[in-house]
C-alpha cells in the first residue's frame, strides 16, 4: 500500500496555535477576573436565578382615646368576570359568564355599575376575564358574601386589603384617609393618616430565593427572609362619645342652616389635649367621593375672630396695671384717626364701666382698651399666646394668621378682632392661659403612639408654651366672663347650659374682601368660647362659623348648651344634685361574655339593654367600660351574629339614634330637633348592608 503524506501548511499550524491560545487566555482571565466586559460575573450568577418577593407591612390602626377602632386594614375584593369559554369542561357546572343579561343587572343592582357598560365589558369575546373599574373594587366581606350567594357563574373575586374608617364622617379631617396605590401600599393623603404616614405604614420586608433556569425554588437553595416590621398604632386624645355630641352640634346647625363652614372643638382645659372636634364641610373617609375641601378648617382657616379676641385685650391690660374695671366711659361711638367706631347697636348704653362694657361687648371700650395698651405691648401679648404663629399641633397643612398692628385704626380694631386672621387652633390655645393661671398649653391630639412591639414609643402630654398672664389676672377675667352669661345682655343668657356653670365670650366679626367690609343679614363670623365647670374649669369649648343663614347667634347657642349638657351628664360632672331616686352605674368590659348573662345582670340595675343580633356572645358594647350611667339608660350589646332587627325607636333622642346606627352600620338621615316620631324602617325588619334609616324628630 502506497503511504499518503498529507502536507498542513505552517501558516495554518500557527492560526490553530494561536486561536487555542487566546481561547486558553480568555478562559484564564474569565475565570481569574471579577468583572469581564463591565459585567461583575460572580453578582451576574448570583442574581439572574435570584427572585424577591416583598413581604407588606401592616398598617397600623388609629384609635380613640379608648381604645375604639377609627381606622383599620380590612380586607377587601375586586370583582372579576371570566369570559372564556374554555373554561367551561361540564355545561352543568359553567365556569364562565353564560348570561350576560342577568350578570350585567346583578352588578348594576349589587355594585351601581352602570348596566350598559357591564353589558359591553361581559361581551367582549377576544379576552379570558374583565374587571368593572372602581365600583368593582374595594368591596367588602360581607358585600361579597351578598354576591357569591348570587350563584351566578363566571364571577370571582381578587383579595386585597384597604383601609376602613369605622365611623365614617366622624372626625374626617382630624383622622384624614389613606388610600390604596397601584403598587398595592396604603398610604396616607390627610390628616393624621398624611401627617404620620411613615410611622403607619412600618417597613415592608422581603424573602429572597435562588432559582432554576424553569423559575422553581432550588431545594438546596438557602432562602434569606428580612420580616416586615408592622405600622405603629396610633391612639388619639378624642373621646367618641363627646366626638358624637360635637358631631351632633354641627350636623344639626347645617340641617337647618346654610352657611359657609364651620368648627367646634372641645379642649381639656388642663392638658390641652383635643377630646373632641368637628366641621363642616366634613367628608367619609370610606367614600372619598364626599370629600369637597382638602383642608382642614381647625388648622388651615383662617377669619378676623371679633369680639372673642377682647378676653386677651382686657387681660392684657389687667396683665399691665393699666385696668381700673369701675371706671366709666362714654359708649356709643368713637372717632379714631379717620374712622369712626361704634358698638354693635351703634348707639351704646350710655355712660358704663369698662367691666360692664366687656360684659356688654362694647367695641368703644376696647378701643380705650387698646390705647393704654399700645400697638407694640398689644402685638407682644396676642403673640406670646400664640396668635401668628403655627401651635405645631399633630395635624398637616396649619397656617399662622396675621398679626399687623401699624396705625391708631389698626390698635381699635385689633382690641375688638378685627383687622387680624386667627385659626380656630389658636384660640384654643390662647384660651388655655385663662383656665392655667395665666400659662399657655400647646393644644394636642396624639395620646400615644405603640410601636409593632408593644413599646410605647410616644406620649402626648401637657406641653406649657408660655407664661403669659398671673393667676391674679385670670381670676378676674373668669369673674369679667361670667358676667357676659350671667350678668350681661339677655341675648347671652341663651348661653346658659342646664346642668353646670359656663364662662363665655361671644364673638361677631365682619367678613374682609377685595379690601373692604362685606355688607348684608349673613356675612359674619359668629363664634362662641366657653370654659366649664365654672368652679374648677375641666374644658373649653369653641366654635366658629362663618356666613350662617340665621339672623342672631340662637342656633349656635341652642345646639351648644345641647353639647356641654350631654358632655357634663355623659362625665357625670353636674353641679346640681341629682334626685335621690337616680342611681348611678359604672359599666364593665362586657366583651366576649355570655349576652344573656350581661342582660339579666344590667336589668337589674334598671337599665335598658338592647340586643343586637341573635348570637350568644357579646362582640362590641355602648357605652365602653368606664362609662357612668343613670337608671333608665339604653345600653346597645352587639352579639356575634349579625342577624340585626329594627327597633322601636319612637321617643328615642338624637344622640341615641345615632348610636344605634353606627352600631347597626345603617346609613342615617334626619329631620326636625327633639325626639323621634317616626321611623323609615319598621320595627321588626330585618336590617341588610347599606340600609338607608331616615327619622323624623320633634319637639
Not at 36 to 51: E, P
Not at 103 to 127: F, H
Request: proline residues 3%.
Amino acid at each position: 500500500m502506497r503511504k499518503v503524506t498529507v502536507r498542513i501548511p505552517k501558516i495554518l499550524i500557527f492560526i490553530v496555535a494561536f486561536l487555542f491560545a487566546a481561547i486558553i487566555v480568555k478562559l484564564s482571565f474569565v475565570s481569574l477576573s471579577k468583572n469581564v466586559d463591565g459585567i461583575n460575573l460572580h453578582d451576574f450568577a448570583n442574581n439572574r436565578n435570584t427572585k424577591s418577593e416583598v413581604i407588606y407591612a401592616k398598617r397600623g390602626s388609629i384609635y380613640d382615646n379608648k381604645g375604639e377602632t377609627l381606622a383599620s386594614v380590612v380586607n377587601s375584593y375586586t370583582i372579576i368576570a371570566y369570559l372564556d369559554e374554555n373554561r367551561t369542561t361540564d355545561p352543568k357546572k359553567p365556569q364562565h359568564v353564560v348570561d350576560i343579561d342577568g350578570t350585567a343587572k346583578m352588578l348594576n343592582e349589587e355594585l351601581g355599575i352602570d348596566y350598559n357598560e357591564a353589558v359591553r365589558l361581559l361581551s367582549q369575546k377576544d379576552k379570558y376575564q374583565t374587571e368593572f373599574g372602581k365600583k368593582g373594587s374595594g368591596i367588602t366581606e360581607s358585600k361579597k358574601n351578598a354576591i357569591k350567594a348570587l350563584n351566578m357563574p363566571g364571577i370571582d373575586f381578587i383579595k386585597g386589603t384597604k383601609r376602613h374608617y369605622n365611623m365614617g364622617q366622624f372626625a374626617s379631617y382630624i383622622i384624614g384617609y389613606a388610600k390604596t396605590n397601584e403598587d398595592g401600599e396604603i398610604k396616607g393623603e390627610l390628616g393624621l393618616e398624611s401627617y404620620y404616614n411613615k410611622e403607619l405604614s412600618g417597613t415592608n420586608g422581603k424573602t429572597t430565593y435562588q432559582t432554576d433556569a424553569y423559575g422553581y425554588t432550588l431545594p438546596s437553595a438557602k432562602v434569606i427572609t428580612e420580616d416586615a416590621v408592622d405600622g405603629d398604632e396610633i391612639y388619639l386624645t378624642l373621646d367618641s362619645r363627646i366626638q358624637l355630641f360635637a358631631e351632633t352640634l354641627t350636623r344639626n346647625i347645617k340641617a337647618n342652616y346654610d352657611l359657609d363652614w364651620m368648627v367646634f372643638s372641645v379642649m381639656d382645659a388642663k392638658t390641652g389635649a383635643i377630646v373632641a372636634s368637628s366641621t363642616y364641610p366634613n367628608f367619609d373617609p370610606n367614600d372619598l367621593n364626599t370629600i369637597s375641601i382638602y383642608s382642614n378648617p381647625l388648622v388651615s382657616y383662617e377669619y378676623e375672630p371679633g369680639s372673642v379676641m377682647k378676653i386677651f385685650s382686657w387681660a392684657s391690660n389687667i396683665e399691665e396695671g393699666l385696668y381700673d374695671g369701675s371706671k366709666e366711659y362714654e359708649s356709643g361711638c368713637r372717632e379714631i384717626a379717620d374712622a369712626k367706631i361704634c358698638d354693635f347697636n351703634n348707639y351704646g348704653w350710655g355712660k358704663i364701666t369698662f367691666d360692664t362694657g366687656f360684659a356688654y361687648s362694647s367695641n368703644v371700650a376696647a378701643t380705650y382698651i387698646g390705647d393704654a395698651l399700645g400697638s407694640a405691648k398689644l402685638t407682644d401679648y396676642y403673640k406670646k399666646l400664640g396668635f401668628s404663629k403655627k401651635t405645631g399641633i399633630e395635624l398637616a397643612n396649619e397656617v399662622s394668621g396675621k398679626i399687623n398692628i401699624k396705625y391708631k385704626t389698626d390698635l381699635a380694631t385689633a382690641s375688638f378682632g378685627q383687622g387680624i386672621t386667627v385659626t380656630p387652633i389658636q384660640m384654643l390655645q390662647a384660651l388655655s392661659a385663662i383656665t392655667n393661671d395665666g400659662t399657655v398649653l400647646k393644644p394636642y391630639v396624639v395620646d400615644k403612639i405603640v410601636n409593632d412591639a408593644g413599646e410605647t414609643i410616644y406620649d402626648g402630654k401637657r406641653t406649657e408654651v408660655a407664661k403669659v398672664f398671673s393667676k391674679e389676672t385670670t381670676d378676674y377675667m373668669k369673674q369679667l366672663m361670667h358676667n357676659v352669661v350671667y350678668e350681661g345682655l339677655d341675648s347671652n343668657k341663651m348661653y346658659r347650659p342646664t346642668k353646670t356653670m359656663m364662662l363665655g365670650k361671644t364673638g361677631t366679626a365682619q367678613i374682609a374682601e377685595g379690601g373692604k367690609y362685606m355688607t348684608g343679614d349673613y356675612n359674619y363670623v359668629r363664634s362662641f368660647a366657653g370654659i366649664f365647670p365654672e368652679e374648677d374649669p375641666k374644658y373649653i369649648v369653641y366654635v366658629v362659623a362663618k356666613q350662617l343663614h340665621s339672623s342672631s347667634a340662637k342656633p349656635i347657642a341652642t345646639e351648644l348648651v345641647k353639647a356641654v349638657d350631654d358632655i357634663v351628664s355623659y362625665l357625670g360632672i353636674e353641679n346640681v344634685e341629682k334626685p335621690i331616686n337616680e342611681k348611678v352605674t359604672i359599666l364593665n368590659n362586657y366583651i366576649s361574655k355570655d349576652i344573656t348573662t350581661v342582660e339579666e345582670e344590667l336589668k337589674n340595675k334598671k337599665l335598658n339593654v338592647y340586643k343586637l343580633g341573635s348570637g350568644k356572645y357579646i362582640i362590641n358594647q355602648y357605652p365602653l367600660k368606664n362609662y357612668q350611667v343613670i337608671e333608665n339608660s339604653k345600653i346597645f350589646l352587639v352579639s356575634n351574629n349579625h342577624d340585626y332587627v329594627m327597633e322601636d325607636v319612637t321617643g328615642w333622642s338624637l344622640n341615641e339614634i345615632m348610636t344605634y346606627a353606627n352600631l347597626l352600620k345603617v346609613k342615617l338621615t334626619t329631620e326636625g330637633y327633639g325626639y323621634v316620631t317616626s321611623q323609615s324602617i319598621p320595627a321588626g325588619s330585618p336590617i341588610v348592608d347599606n340600609m338607608e334609616l331616615n327619622i323624623t324628630l320633634s319637639k
